[in-house]
């Protein structure tokens, strides 16, 4: 859910490119142009977001182990 509201301003600059487009306040090819950058800044948001979630699940993995398998100094309890 927090993807979502973190692309919502991204995704309302969309939304408002289309609209200078289409009431004729931008020619195409700078349509074409800034459509192009605001898609791959959404992309590059998305893989951040995500990316950083699959580094907080490894770390509290990581933790998980280490209370049960593993003693305080990290060694396997006999």
Known sequence: MEII???NPI???IIELVIK???GKMNFSEF??????????????ITRQVLEEMDRQIKEKELNVGVGRYGAEGTVKR
């Open 5 to 7: 509201r973190s692309l």
């Open 11 to 13: 995704l309302l600059s």
């Open 21 to 23: 487009n289409l009431s």
């Open 32 to 45: 074409q142009d800034q459509l192009a950058d605001k898609l791959n800044e959404t992309g590059r948001e």
